[in-house]
């Protein structure tokens, strides 16, 4: 059976894929942070998952998950482990320079913690201006559409979305449902005050209904880490059908990338 991780190939293995063409690689990135009371707190491992599935259908290779991300927001909750920003990027940065080095530049990273995007951001437009190669990377669960979301969970879609609750309690209940802990669940956080200010989710607060950033935590705004949406509303079904448009959208970025041009 063909290997599609790369923490399974042999260095030889791997010598024999590239010397069939060069493979699009995922690089999945996620984090270790609190996900709400019912919801394991390792979300890297669904970035896996789903990735590995990717890499299967696509004939990819999938590189071993970073499982830290880049969200100060959440220090305050122990169990989590947030990197700086700057470790953030130079840990990126070195994952794509070594597969660069070696001229593999087919890369996708697949990203599972939003907190990642403005590293990841940074890190690919100096890639781009240093070593002349386009690295796209894909926020996986902000490709969910408007139509997928409805899918999922009908009219009402949006009470289920935020941090939390959805997309990942659904994606947890199918891909991992004994991890999740349903006798610890409780009702959405209506909010609290920084600087007597109400707190407009994880980045801000409002002042005479504008919003505006203050380096507001998850203790300030929502203690029992749900920042969102309504996790009694996830589903099985709901993150069955989530998963499934992840993995097709990830396909078809991969099928994609074979041929592309990614010189920059």
């Keep these: ?42 979300d890297w491992m669904l970035a896996e998952a789903l990735a590995g599935e990717v890499a299967r259908r696509a004939d990819a290779i999938a590189a071993p998950t970073i499982p830290f991300g880049f969200g100060d927001y959440f220090r305050p909750v122990p169990g ?49 201006a240093e070593r002349g190669v386009i690295v796209p990377w894909l926020n996986i669960w902000r490709s969910i559409t408007p139509e997928i979301w409805r899918e999922a969970h009908g009219p009402d879609a949006a009470k289920a979305q935020g941090h939390g609750a959805d997309p990942l309690n ?63 509303r996830a589903s099985a079904a709901a993150g069955e059908r989530i998963a499934r448009h992840v993995i097709d959208t990830g396909v078809g970025l991969v099928q994609h990338l074979q041929t592309a041009d990614l010189k920059g």
Excluded: W
């Design 1 to 42: 059976m063909a290997k599609h991780l790369l923490k399974d190939m042999t260095f030889i293995e791997f010598r024999e894929r590239m010397a069939r063409g060069t493979p699009v690689i995922l690089i999945p990135l996620g984090s270790q942070e609190e996900q709400g009371p019912t919801a394991p707190m390792g």
């Design 80 to 128: 989590g482990v947030q990197l700086r920003a700057a470790t953030m990027r130079a840990l990126l940065r070195d994952v794509i320079d070594n597969f660069l080095d070696h001229g593999l530049d087919r890369l996708l990273i697949f990203n599972g913690h939003t907190g990642n995007n403005p590293c990841i951001d940074e890190v690919s437009r100096l890639v781009r």
């Design 170 to 232: 659904s994606v947890y209940m199918h891909l991992f449902p004994a991890l999740l802990r349903p006798d610890l669940a409780q009702a959405p956080n209506p909010g609290g005050t920084v600087a007597g200010l109400p707190t407009a989710g994880l980045t801000g607060v409002k002042f005479r209904g504008i919003e505006m950033h203050a380096p507001v935590t998850v203790a300030d705004h929502a203690p029992n880490g749900i920042v969102g949406g309504d996790p009694a």
